[in-house]
């Protein structure tokens, strides 16, 4: 079955510097990819998803690249703020209809 | 307003205790999932359907039941809750792939 791993478990940046979270899946079927945003005391909410035929996806400061030969997928956020502040988690879509998630990344944005 | 509704939000019990969670959903996914998860850290999948009458057990699906009789219901059942129950229970459901997750319920067992 599938298996992600996802990196950093921690992540600190500056306000205004940018944060990078990566991901790797184990499964080549796999061929949807979410980004989870988690803040404290909240319910995951879906930011940015990427499909397998498709590189990068965009979306104001997020973006999201695919790289299928090497199994992996990264999240970048630009101009990071305050609000940014949360657990990120990332999922591949696994043959038998459910999310495999990946551990999650603590983000903290240094004022 | 279609969404997936969990209660209770907080609750706190004995040991010992038979308790049921409730989750309900007005969007008519047919997939549906349990996830333990403690504040912060990782998603850890408990119980999933496909439909009414679909059921199958995740990691972490030892001493919990759930039933899937309606399509929009969808409870779990702690049949004698243990402290080390103490967390947080999301569900969550999907028609495609991205999921829609209720806000939660938080179960201390003391």
């Known amino acids: 079955g599938e298996n992600v791993e996802q990196h950093p478990s921690t992540l600190s940046v500056q306000e205004g510097d940018s944060a990078v979270i990566k991901c790797t899946y184990s499964d080549s079927a796999s061929n949807y990819f979410p980004w989870y945003k988690q803040e404290l005391g909240k319910r995951p909410q879906l930011i940015i998803d990427i499909r397998s035929n498709v590189g990068e996806k965009k979306d104001q400061r997020i973006a999201v690249t695919l790289n299928k030969t090497a199994k992996h997928f990264s999240l970048h956020i630009t101009e990071t703020q305050p609000e940014d502040s949360a657990v990120y988690f990332c999922a591949a879509w696994d043959s038998n209809y459910q999310l495999i998630w990946g551990a999650g990344t603590k983000l903290i944005i240094k004022p | 307003e279609a969404d997936i509704y969990q209660t209770p939000r907080y609750l706190v019990i004995g040991t010992g205790k038979k308790i049921t969670l409730e989750c309900s959903q007005t969007m008519g996914h047919d997939k549906m999932y349990w996830y333990q998860q403690d504040p912060g850290m990782e998603l850890h999948l408990i119980h999933y359907?496909?439909?009414?009458?679909?059921?199958e057990k995740g990691d972490l699906s030892s001493e919990s039941t759930v039933s899937r009789i309606r399509t929009e219901h969808f409870p779990l059942t702690l049949e004698s809750a243990r402290p080390s129950h103490t967390s947080q229970y999301l569900c969550?459901?999907?028609?495609?792939?991205?999921?829609?997750f209720g806000s939660g319920t938080r179960l201390t067992v003391v």
């Open positions: 969550a459901s999907t028609e495609g792939r991205g999921y829609t």
């Open positions: 359907s496909y439909g009414v009458n679909s059921t």
